[in-house]
């Protein structure tokens, strides 16, 4: 078998180990889903009952919100729409799955990869996914691979309008920490943390990076650049990242809790 023809596969092998992470150890999505599924005639969120579950069965249901997250990347990744129907046929196979986990991998792809879900036509229920809140860039090097950056710029961007005008350095690292994610540190969503924040993102005049003045020894704050000013708003930033507050810190908490560990024993 040729290079080229095994490329494909072992995208979608990679995107289904690190979506899986991502979407699949969500603690309330892990209750519907167990309840929601057509094996689980009880059909209940009693704890106790889902508790109670064979772990072959929730198994099979992380591995569906997997597969789901991991096919709409790669729709992201080719810029083609897809349909409740494609979903339902390719990827869950039960119509009866499909409200449930397809709003648990929309939320997933927002906040945590920047990615939105988009209902283009609501007869045919079509969607396109798009980068949030209309900004130009995802931090892919290499088009059709990697996992989107933008979930995480949105934050420091949040961050920063939530502090006024300008963030100090502690101040955004302390909120990342609490989010798995460290300076110094390999993430496998995001990288080096650092290098994004200080050199990418300043590259892309998404931030500036400035010495706070009169400081010995030095410290630092975040500022937005200009690009940021042209392609979003605060009240847009400060709305997404008070979603992220409400849904989102578990599912970066507990991604980061595990990805990083699966990805290095790979």
Known sequence: MSHRSRRPAERRDRHRRR?????ARHPEGEQEMAARHPEEEQGTDDPQVLEGAPTSLRESLYGKMADLVGF???KYHTRQPTTEEEIVSWVLRSEQLFPSFFKKACECMQLVLGIDVQEVDARSHTYILTTTLGLTYNGLQ???QGLPKTGLLVI???L???EGHWASEEAIWNVLNMLGVYAGREHFIYGEPRELLTNE???ERYLLYRQLPGTSPARFAFLWGPRAYAE???PQVLERCIKINDRG???FSQSAGTGGQREEGH
């Open 160 to 162: 920063i309008a939530w």
């Open 232 to 234: 979003t708003t605060t």
């Open 19 to 23: 979506s899986r992470v991502m979407a």
């Open 142 to 144: 290499v088009p059709e």
């Open 72 to 74: 709409l990347l790669q």
């Open 156 to 158: 420091v961007l949040g």
């Open 249 to 251: 810190m578990k599912y």
């Open 201 to 203: 993102w300043v590259q």
